[in-house]
């Protein structure tokens, strides 16, 4: 068996001008909100992954929402024992870069309404959420490690 790895994700925060952040609830274990997420294909740049993965997972694209920022370096958690043994190529959790997106001010809140779809296979519903209440509703492994990405995303 190989070395344990990490795999090499996104994360898309998308934040209103009032500071609420997006959150999606997650389709497998109800009442659980995070943020869209997901992997970088291979050759993909972490940018283009986020564009891609909040498009997939929410509908969102650069007609609703902008690219404001993210951060440089990797956010890093490992799984539980439960979800280790549950994952292929001996990986023991991810590695994320992590990207704040805003939304498009001539968008009101209805025109917003209308466009984000959640996928339905991940996330079943969204809301916004103040960030610090989506933390304590994040599951408890992931935690951390949105608590430190948020400090440095968000000013």
């Not at 997006?22 to 997901?38: C, H, I, S, V």
């Not at 190529?89 to 805003?102: A, S």
């Not at 996928?119 to 935690?143: I, N």
């Amino acid at each position: 068996m190989g070395a344990a790895t990490f795999r090499a994700g996104v994360v898309a925060v998308v934040r209103r001008e009032d500071g609420l952040v997006l959150a999606l609830e997650r389709a497998d274990n109800r009442g659980a909100w995070q943020f869209p997420q997901g992997g970088i294909d291979e050759g993909e740049h972490p940018t283009d992954a986020a564009w891609r993965e909040l498009a997939e997972e929410t509908g969102l694209d650069g007609t609703t929402v902008r690219l404001v920022s993210g951060l440089h370096d990797w956010i890093a958690y490992e799984w539980p024992a439960d979800v280790i043994v549950r994952q292929k190529h001996g990986r023991i959790g991810q590695v994320q870069r992590w990207f704040l997106f805003g939304v498009d001010p001539s968008l009101d809140e209805n025109e917003f309404a209308a466009r984000i779809h959640p996928d339905g296979r991940e996330f079943v519903d969204w809301r916004w959420m103040d960030p610090h209440r989506l933390v304590d509703g994040v599951v408890e492994w992931r935690r951390s490690a949105y608590a430190r990405a948020l400090t440095r995303l968000l000013p």
